[in-house]
């Protein structure tokens, strides 16, 4: 089996996402695990690839791909596995990875299985694994024919450096005349302090419970002082207490942080789905029935209006 596996950039990183992608396809024990980074400017990004399995890096480094626009990356990678003959492409869930992903399918006529946990190989056969049912069982899907593609849930896999180089082997950028009818007139850039929710080893949100959008400088006081990000919920920010960027849950973004703290969540079930696979889960809620205390690993029945100040000083004291 030959894998090639889409690694996206930002700025001048390769995202976290994709090398934990790369690092479980290096562990599937194949000899062939190659890499491709589509942009401008990103040759130098290419040696980091080889210290999370990548055996060969393709760089396609070119100013047409400088836009981070899906249509010119499609070409890129649709050359690639013809001329390369890979049979297997895997991504890291993003807005752009799957707008590639599925332009890429199309172009291949080939299956795309998305929303994967894991991938495995049992008699000999790709396996991939996908939550169904609100994630409360794991289904087992397969591909019935080549290339395949897979497109895998944000914080499924831990980059794992073990070391090693890469060969780097330049493309030619060849782009369809369709694939250059867009552009990029502007990119804004959030100003924001401290790691991403899907970086985040630790994670405070917060919900309805805090009364108000005003009310969040709790969770952001508690996140700074344990060097974590701010997530919320669907019901926060759909009444515009928070951006759309920090929502956790299944109409938002899956994460796994090491700690996962909620603040006013009640643990409805679409919640749930994007945060239920955190190493420790600890919900202050008010309300001693709320779901979320059901799958919590530490609860404290209280008002996060006492709590959360508490708990933030003590944090601080802690950390002198």
């Known amino acids: 089996m030959s894998t090639l596996v889409f690694l996206e950039h930002h700025g001048d990183e390769l995202l976290k996402g994709s090398l934990g992608v790369l690092s479980k396809a290096a562990s599937l024990g194949d000899t062939d695990v190659a890499g ?3 942009g401008s400017g990103v040759r130098a990004l290419a040696d980091g690839a080889g210290k999370f399995g990548a055996g060969r890096v ?6 047409q791909l400088e836009a981070p626009l899906p249509q010119p990356r499609v070409d890129v990678l649709a050359q690639l596995v013809r001329d390369k003959g890979f049979d297997t492409v895997l991504f890291a869930n ?10 890429l399918a199309a172009r291949l006529d080939a299956g795309l299985n998305w929303d994967l946990t894991d991938v495995v190989r049992e008699d000999g056969k790709l396996v991939g694994k996908r939550p169904a ?33 890469a060969e780097v082997e330049d493309l030619q950028v060849e782009l369809e005349d369709f694939s250059t009818a867009a552009r990029m007139i502007d990119q804004a850039h959030e100003e924001s302090e401290g790691p ?5 080893e630790v994670i405070v949100a917060g919900g309805r419970g805090l009364g108000g959008p005003e009310n969040f400088t709790l969770v952001e006081e508690l996140a700074k002082a344990l060097g974590g ?11 515009g207490w928070y951006p ?23 643990g409805a079930i679409q919640h749930k789905v994007g945060m239920q696979s955190s190493g420790v889960i600890v919900a ?32 601080k004291q802690r950390k002198g």
Do not use: M
Request: aromatic share 8%; net charge negative; proline share 6%.
């Open 94 to 103: 993003s807005v752009l990875a799957a707008d590639v992903a599925a332009g």
């Open 196 to 200: 991403t929710i899907e970086d985040a």
């Open 133 to 165: 049912l609100q994630d409360s069982v794991y289904v087992d899907v397969g591909w019935t024919s080549e290339p395949r593609l897979a497109l895998f849930r944000p914080g499924s896999f831990d980059p794992n450096a073990t070391g090693g180089s």
């Open 244 to 266: 759309y960027a920090t929502q956790v849950g299944q109409t938002g973004k899956t994460v796994s942080p090491k700690l996962y703290i909620a603040c006013g969540i009640s």
């Open 58 to 63: 393709y760089v396609a480094d070119d100013a």
């Open 36 to 38: 491709v980074i589509a």
């Open 284 to 315: 202050i809620n008010k309300d001693p029935n709320a779901p979320i205390f059901e799958f919590s690993d530490l609860g404290v029945v209280g008002d996060v209006h006492e709590v959360v100040p508490k708990l933030t000083e003590l944090v």
């Open 229 to 239: 990000a701010v997530g919320a919920t669907r019901a926060v920010v759909d009444a």
